[in-house]
């Protein structure tokens, strides 16, 4: 079990709320977001983290030419029974798959409109979750999401209406690696890195359960920095 995160005492780390979706289709996950972000600007729902797992996906974002980073047509797809989404994120192609935490934080940034910023706040979330199960975990300069040396193990791709965020994080944890070989994950070439998991890299499937609790934590823990620098 990792360490526990520092206590988080502010009103704005107590006001978010956290909830588990169990596995999820995208379209179905994506459309439920759709409904929280509209209740979170009408100030019918707090700011909301949402965990799910989904069933196998490649969704690409909108990045221009995330089609062609594709590999598999559509009678591979049909024959491994994963779905391909064309969503509204941020970001390239990737792949959504059981073992895997998705975080989809539903959060109004009104008080710090700065995109920049909240990515790198995910990612540093991630980093800290990572680490308190023995990984060392980085930025790649250039390039969203975390990585272990060259190898990734989380992808990131946000959208925002009205300055509150959806969409999220995907951190691969017990993730069936095998999938990616269908996609040229996020756009990255062979020559610039791969993908990993908590798994392949601590040599043993990792507790989903004690790594989503941590990711909440932690999350929880550093929205009000977050927030706070606002004002920096």
């Not at 979706?21 to 909301?48: F, H, P, S």
């Not at 409109?113 to 990572?130: G, N, P, T």
């Not at 994080?169 to 791969?194: H, K, Q, R, S």
Request: with cysteine; proline share 4%; aromatic share 8%.
């Amino acid at each position: 079990m990792p360490d526990q995160p520092p206590a988080a005492s502010t009103a704005l780390a107590a006001a978010l709320d956290v909830v588990d979706w169990g596995r999820t289709a995208y379209r179905d996950a994506w459309r439920r977001q759709e409904q929280l972000v509209a209740a979170r600007n009408d100030g019918r729902a707090r700011d909301t983290l949402v965990f799910t797992e989904h069933h196998p996906v490649f969704t690409m974002g909108v990045r221009r030419g995330a089609e062609q980073n594709l590999l598999w047509n559509e009678a591979d797809l049909a024959r491994r029974g994963i779905e391909l989404v064309t969503t509204n994120r941020g970001g390239d192609i990737t792949y959504h798959g059981p073992g895997q935490i998705v975080g989809y934080p539903i959060v109004n940034l009104a008080a710090r409109k700065d995109l920049h910023a909240y990515l790198r706040f995910l990612e540093d979330v991630m980093i800290a979750s990572v680490a308190r199960f023995g990984l060392t975990a980085g930025r790649n300069p250039g390039k969203t999401g975390i990585w272990i040396e060259r190898r990734k193990i989380a992808a990131i791709g946000v959208a925002v209406k009205k300055w509150t965020t959806f969409h999220g994080f995907a951190l691969n944890v017990n993730t069936d690696l095998a999938a990616f070989t269908g996609i040229i994950p996020c756009g990255i070439a062979a020559t610039d890195g791969t993908v990993t998991s908590m798994q392949l890299e601590l040599g043993r499937p990792a507790d989903l359960a004690a790594v989503q609790q941590t990711l909440a934590a932690e999350f929880r823990a550093r929205l009000p920095a977050f927030f706070a620098g606002a004002t920096a």
